[in-house]
């Protein structure tokens, strides 16, 4: 098992930035791909970035290429989703999750994780 927490989540006025943090227990975190989704009021649930378990290769959504950046270091247990230049459009749960093992096959379905994290509201007022 992997328990997920997510923190760093606020209200932001557009343009500003701020940065998520996911601390992982339990399983070893240095096995585990890491992704970011989001859910906005009303919307499904999407995804917005993942980085492989080695932090080697990373993956974005097209909408926050440029803007957002994922990190991981696994001495700390901790991925990092850096979000800068918000807008309101970004507005959402943001939640994070793990899958087990090295491989990422398909980094964008949120069927390939086996672990989430319970979210953090991010709102981007304009």
């Known amino acids: 098992q992997v328990q997920l927490v997510e923190s760093g989540g606020g209200l932001v006025q557009a343009g500003g930035s701020l940065r998520l943090s996911c601390t992982a227990s339990?399983?070893?975190?240095?096995?585990?791909?890491m992704g970011w989704f989001r859910q906005a009021p009303g919307k499904e649930r999407e995804f917005v970035t993942a980085?492989?378990?080695?932090?080697?290769?990373?993956y974005y959504e097209d909408s926050v290429k440029g803007r957002f950046t994922i990190s991981r270091d696994n001495a700390k247990n901790t991925a990092y989703l850096q979000m800068n230049s918000l807008n309101p459009e970004d507005t959402a749960v943001y939640y994070c999750?793990?899958?087990?093992?090295?491989?990422?096959?398909?980094?964008?379905?949120?069927?390939?994780?086996?672990?989430w994290g319970q979210g953090t509201q991010v709102t981007v007022s304009s």
């Open positions: 999750a793990a899958k087990r093992g090295v491989s990422l096959p398909r980094p964008r379905a949120r069927s390939e994780y086996d672990y």
């Open positions: 339990g399983r070893p975190f240095g096995n585990c791909a």
């Open positions: 980085i492989s378990w080695s932090g080697g290769s990373s």
